[in-house]
């Protein structure tokens, strides 16, 4: 049997790029000869295998046929005589159709290189379109590396707008449209995911509460603030709020939204506490003291203070995106310490108790939530 790497780590290297994950192919084997070496199954009936030691996946070279809608339509012809060619053949991209062999031979049939070169993102065969994730894939990786100028090859555009005009995308699962748009979120570019997904006629279908980020200037500005250090859930709540905090019940809508698409619940919250901070926390000087402690409290920052962190962040990006404004965030960080200084027990030896006590905690906060 013959074993080469194939996939992300070879397109990865090539552009001096770091990998993660290493995939590889093994031509020539049976699923039997690979549990005689140790390898573990991943699935029963699915042609892939787990490396007893480094853990990585070992595909058997196969070639795809699609016999009905949806994933459980895939049905794999692994066997022996698929040559790495014809498994090449059957993947997403040329520049993810490469493999290395062991001796550091480049096995290239569909040219990958050349488009690595002339950075365009290309289909390899009408195989293309067996897969209708592959719409996401080749969204996200256009995420990935439009800052070093890649673009989608005209033909590969418009198969994705066939595959969309299609019901095949129905067929996604939410927690597979969640993974990609996630990956997605954590590239360079972001927003170019979902600019490739409405040029491919599938944000309508698959992310369509998206929709206003598409020749939004302030979507732009927006990421070009997105820095490594910016995570997924941050980006994740200002693209939100964005889309949402013109309309009437954003955080309605903002939560309907999240329990579509099966969004973890730090992502959910960080949102509707984002588009329910933003408007007082951008005007905070002017904000009356009434105004700034019901935020505090609709946000409920004395209990969870550990929730200002993401939320301050979040709104310095929109405030900075969509007004050129740097929040004050000391002076909100400050406010809070104090806030959470005071002492009920304190007041209690001082003689307050029942509603007095009540009244006694609201007018301290108040106090303090002036200037
Ligand atoms: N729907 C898919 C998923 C995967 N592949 C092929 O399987 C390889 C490995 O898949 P994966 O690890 O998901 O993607 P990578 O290209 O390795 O990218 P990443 O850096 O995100 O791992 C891909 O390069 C591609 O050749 C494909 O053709 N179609
Ligand atoms: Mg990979």
């Known amino acids: 049997m013959d ?28 699923p039997e000869a ?29 070639t795809e046929r699609k016999s009905g809608k949806g ?7 692994a066997s022996p005589d698929v040559t790495l060619e014809e498994d090449l053949s059957r993947r997403d991209l040329t520049i ?19 488009d690595l070169q002339a ?20 969204a996200r990786f256009a995420a990935r590396y439009a800052h070093l100028g890649f673009t989608l090859a005209a033909e590969t555009l418009q198969l994705m707008q066939e595959i969309s005009d299609t019901d095949e995308l129905e067929h996604l699962t939410k927690e597979r449209i969640w993974q990609e748009l996630d990956r997605a979120l954590g590239e360079k570019s972001p927003l170019t995911f979902f600019l490739v997904l409405e040029s491919s006629h599938a944000l309508t279908k698959l992310l369509p509460e998206f929709k206003a980020l598409i020749n939004s200037p302030a979507a732009d500005s927006l990421q070009q603030l997105f820095t490594d250090e910016i995570g997924n859930e941050v980006r994740f709540a200002t693209l939100c709020t964005l889309c949402f905090m013109d309309t009437p019940n954003a955080e309605t809508a903002i939560l309907t939204t999240c329990q579509r698409l099966k969004t973890p619940n730090q992502y959910r919250d960080l949102s509707t506490h984002t588009v329910k901070a933003i408007g007082v926390l951008h005007t905070w000087q002017g904000a009356t003291a009434g105004q700034r402690l019901s935020l505090i409290q ?25 007004y050129q404004e740097t929040l004050k965030t000391e002076e909100i960080e400050a406010l809070l310490t104090r806030l959470k200084a005071i002492n009920p ?27």
């Open 3 to 30: 074993i080469y790497l194939v996939g992300g780590a070879v397109r990865d290297t090539l552009l001096n790029y770091p990998v993660y994950d290493k995939d590889w192919v093994v031509v020539g084997a049976t």
């Open 34 to 62: 690979m549990l005689t070496l140790g390898y573990k199954p991943v699935g029963s009936d699915f042609p892939v295998f787990i490396h007893p030691t480094s853990g990585e996946e070992y595909a058997l070279a196969r």
């Open 71 to 77: 994933y459980s339509g895939f049905q794999y012809h």
């Open 96 to 114: 993810n159709a490469m493999a290395l062999s062991n001796d550091g031979q480049l096995i290239d049939p569909y040219g990958g290189q050349h």
């Open 119 to 138: 950075k365009i993102l290309r289909h390899v065969s009408p195989a293309f379109s067996e897969d209708p994730l592959r719409v996401l894939r080749v």
């Open 298 to 322: 609709a946000l409920d920052l004395i209990r969870r203070p550990e929730r200002l962190c993401g939320i301050l962040d979040a709104c310095c990006l929109l405030s900075r995106a969509l």
């Open 345 to 371: 027990s304190h007041l209690i030896q001082k003689g307050f108790k029942g509603a007095a006590l009540g009244n006694e905690i609201k007018r301290l906060q108040l106090e303090m939530c002036q200037d």
